[in-house]
């Protein structure tokens, strides 16, 4: 919930995009605990069904990896071509050779 203050800007607190410490050193203990477990993690792996190691493995993959953003997931070429020196008749030509 998004609290609203009249006429003044926010202030203190982390600016957008700095990431979380919190976040960060949680994350590395997980990731050093699943390191030293290794070995039973594959022990419990072997005695689930598939439906269960699926499920652990979406589970452990958002622990030990980081959200992607929708740029990096986004992966439609941006094409920025600028057809503005070109006559009408020139674009007519080229939308009919795509036909």
Sequence with gaps: MKIQ??????TGGRT????????????QM???FLD???DEVVNIWNELDNHE???LFLQLSKI????LSHDI???EPNYNIDFSHLTTD??????NESD
């Design 90 to 95: 020139e674009i007519r030509e080229l939308l």
């Design 53 to 55: 190691k699926i499920s």
């Design 64 to 67: 030990v990896l980081p959200k």
């Design 36 to 38: 030293e477990k290794f």
């Design 73 to 75: 997931v986004n992966d």
């Design 16 to 27: 957008k995009g700095t990431p979380n410490k919190l976040t960060n050193e949680v994350r």
């Design 5 to 10: 203050r009249k006429n003044r800007d926010k």
């Design 30 to 32: 997980l990731v050093n």
